[in-house]
Structures are given as structure tokens and as C-alpha cells.
């Protein structure tokens, strides 16, 4: 099997939240129980500056959050769940080398830089 780093080019904050998350999946691939508090309690950033961050995020499609509306958690952010996604998953060492189930391809190694 052959593995090819992947380098993503994130801001200072991005990299916290990102850092934050992947640090936070501790079971199988694609699980997570990590929200908004946690990252919060985890790099010590504001909630606001942490959603701000976050739209940045998903629109560059590093996470997604299920707002668990079908769950009635739609308006209650400290519900939400937040997914590192197959760009960043790489970030979490232990999913490294396992096949997605999904698409049967091998989650890389993921790498980030800091823009200057």
C-alpha cells in the first residue's frame, strides 16, 4: 500500500480547531461525539470565534456538522456534532491506512501548514 501525505494549507485558528477535533476521535472511523464545548474547552477559543471558524471550514469542506435537526437539536449548537471530513480525516493517526467502508479507498495522512 502505498501513502501519500496530504498537505493542507489552514489559518493559525483552523489548524486549532482542526488539531482539536482530530485529537477527539478516539473510536472507529467516522465516529465522533466532539461539539463546539469541547473544542471550546479544548483551545480555549470564544464559541463565536469558533463558529466563524467553522463556516470557513465547511466551506472549504475540512468538517461538517450535523445540526441533528431531525433529532430536535436544530437550534442548540452544544447538540451539534462536528466531522472531520475524507480531506481531514487523515488528521487522525489511528485512521491512517483504514479502508473506508463507503468508497473502499485508504484515508491518507493528512499534514497542515499555517499560511503566513
Do not use: C
Not at 489548524?15 to 476521535?25: C, W
Not at 480525516?89 to 501548514?113: A, K, M, S, Y
Amino acid at each position: 500500500m502505498i501513502m501519500k501525505e496530504n498537505i493542507l494549507e489552514v489559518t493559525k485558528m483552523e489548524k486549532q480547531i482542526l488539531e482539536s477535533l482530530a485529537q477527539g476521535m478516539y473510536a472507529e472511523l467516522g465516529y465522533s461525539d466532539m461539539g463546539i464545548d469541547d473544542i471550546a474547552k479544548d483551545t480555549g477559543l470564544d464559541r463565536k470565534v469558533i463558529r466563524g471558524v467553522a463556516g470557513s471550514l465547511i466551506k472549504k469542506d475540512l468538517i461538517s456538522i450535523d445540526d441533528r435537526e431531525g433529532e430536535g437539536y436544530k437550534n442548540q449548537m452544544d447538540m451539534h456534532i462536528w466531522y472531520l471530513t475524507y480531506q481531514t480525516e487523515g488528521l487522525v493517526e489511528h485512521w491512517v491506512g483504514e479502508e473506508r467502508f463507503w468508497d473502499n479507498l485508504i484515508v491518507q495522512p493528512v499534514t497542515l501548514v499555517e499560511k503566513n
